[in-house]
């Protein structure tokens, strides 16, 4: 019987072990996609010498999977709840290992990008699928806030992790070996998952709207590669173009949604407080992290003068908040209206980047570690629980596009947050610099690497100043996101 047809009196029904081993395998591809965002970080230099790669390969060697990834994610999740989840798992699976021996045997530039961008795609099959069949698995509420909250810790770290394993295959083996270690993993999901998982679909009436897919693809497609690029380069009419093209074609791919009887992405669903708040606060949380994490790896690296090995494995530890955090503000939850307790979350983050707003050279790390546990600890907790919320507010036959929609929006918030504080950041850093300074040193801190020490010195000192504005920035947004978690979602189920 589905969701839907149950009386509102009968009790869910409970998962039992089958239910929570295939969780476990539902991990394996999520920890691994979230991992190739930020998988090649150290392994760039080794490429540049094997394969030469111009600038432009370079960017797009590193870019390429991120933007097809962001780009598919709403089609394919919208896909998945007309095919069948479990066969779109077990397709991206698949795709996903034979993309990773075409990335790791390439033999040229244009070969890896295209790996990449295949590796893109697979993701984009994988992502939404695990989130949409947690709904399926687990009907009841308290079960489920469980295990999205295991989900939304999986993929957190899976992106931390992405350089820390790339770092240790790299001493010991060549650059392909980081896309070689996905095949075990996919090859246990595909054959674990016929087995422990049923499938899972929508009603599956109507015809497919490609056009609509394509109109959601030619429209975030545009928008995060247009912010990404005015966060790194200032303003550039193409970039600034790229944005305007996307938000109308977006604008057309909503308008078009509303009148379809069998839509991509339901509209109504945006309307729901409980769904489109959810969103929302999202959105600002990974504004949030995603925009302050480029200044805390930059400080770990170029202010402390630690290795990449070392900054990747000291920013592993504010996540040990997370993993106490998480878990009880799930059960909180239980008992207080969830609004509070993640309105709570926000605050809690709020206060640590308002810790580390007061860093200076003089602070020693473990302060500035202990501050990134408290801001990730109540963020990844607020988080958790708006995405048990929201995937909790869609009806079943919709979970696969309403999960794609959630990561979108994600990947949206980080793309906003990289370009909102990095203003921010690069404005404070500009104002403090001397003057006297050679006009490089002036911009950013990698432009002083080859001045003299007292300006290098200088642009260290006056980079953590534009850090502690980043904080500041950071802090805002989380409570802001607190404000509408209280606003919105209040008395929400």
């Known amino acids: ?57 370079q960017l797009w060697i590193l870019d390429m999977y991120g933007f097809v990834l962001a780009g598919l994610l709403v089609t394919m999740g919208a896909l998945g709840d007309r095919v069948g989840r479990r066969r779109l798992l077990l397709s991206g699976a698949a795709l996903f290992g034979a993309a990773s021996v075409a990335a790791a045997y390439a033999h040229s530039a244009g070969a890896l990008i295209g790996a990449r961008a295949l590796l893109g795609i697979a993701g984009a ?71 422990l998982l049923a499938e899972s679909k929508g009603a599956g009436d109507g015809r497919f709207d490609v056009l ?52 991509v992405v339901d509209p109504r669903l945006f309307r729901t407080p409980a769904y489109g708040g959810s969103l929302l606060v999202n959105l600002l949380a990974m504004a949030a992290t995603v925009g302050f994490a480029v200044f805390l790896t930059q400080y770990l690296q170029s202010v402390l003068g630690q290795s990449p090995l070392e900054a990747a494995l000291w920013s592993l530890v504010p996540t040990s908040g997370v993993m106490v955090a998480a878990p009880l503000a799930a059960a909180l939850a239980r008992r207080v209206d969830r609004a509070y307790v993640m309105g709570g979350g926000f605050l809690v983050s709020a206060a640590g980047f308002g810790w580390l707003a007061t860093v200076d050279r003089a602070t020693p790390l473990w302060v500035v570690l202990a501050g990134g546990a408290v801001y990730a600890a109540g963020l ?22 309403a999960a794609a929609v959630l990561e979108s929006g994600s990947e949206l918030g980080g793309a906003l947050g990289m370009a909102v504080l990095g203003s921010v950041g690069a404005a404070v850093y500009t104002a403090a610099m001397p003057s006297s300074a050679p006009a490089a040193a002036r911009e950013t801190l990698g432009g002083a690497s080859g001045a003299a020490p007292d300006v290098v010195d200088a642009a260290r000192g006056v ?3 534009a850090m502690s504005g980043a904080a500041v920035g950071a802090s805002g947004l989380m409570v802001l996101a607190a404000g509408v978690a209280l606003a919105l979602l209040r008395r929400r189920t």
């Open 463 to 465: 980079f953590v100043e």
């Open 380 to 401: 990844v907790s607020a988080m958790t629980l708006a995405n048990e919320l929201a995937l909790g507010a869609t009806p079943p036959e919709r979970a696969g596009a």
């Open 1 to 57: 019987m589905s969701l839907t047809a149950r009386p509102r009196t009968a009790p869910a029904a409970r998962a039992g072990r089958r239910e929570w081993t295939a969780l476990g395998v539902l991990m394996l591809p999520l920890l691994l996609v979230s991992m190739d965002v930020s998988v090649l970080y150290f392994a760039i230099p080794s490429i540049a010498a094997d394969l030469r790669p111009g600038a432009t390969q």
């Open 212 to 263: 609509g897919g394509l109109l959601s693809l030619g429209a975030l497609l545009p928008v995060i590669y247009g912010v990404k690029e005015l966060a790194g380069g200032g303003w550039d009419p193409v970039a600034g173009a790229g944005v305007v093209v996307g938000v109308l074609l977006g604008v057309v791919f909503v308008r078009r949604q509303a009148r379809l009887d069998h839509p």
């Open 125 to 195: 099959c994988l992502m939404p699928s695990t989130l949409a069949l947690i709904r399926t698995l687990f009907q009841d509420p308290a079960q489920r806030a469980k295990a999205v909250t295991l989900w939304t810790t999986v993929m957190a770290s899976g992106i931390s992790l992405g350089p820390v394993v790339s770092g240790v295959l790299l001493e010991h083996f060549w650059w392909g070996s980081v896309f070689l270690v996905n095949l075990p993993a996919m090859l246990l999901l595909s054959v674990l998952a016929p087995v």
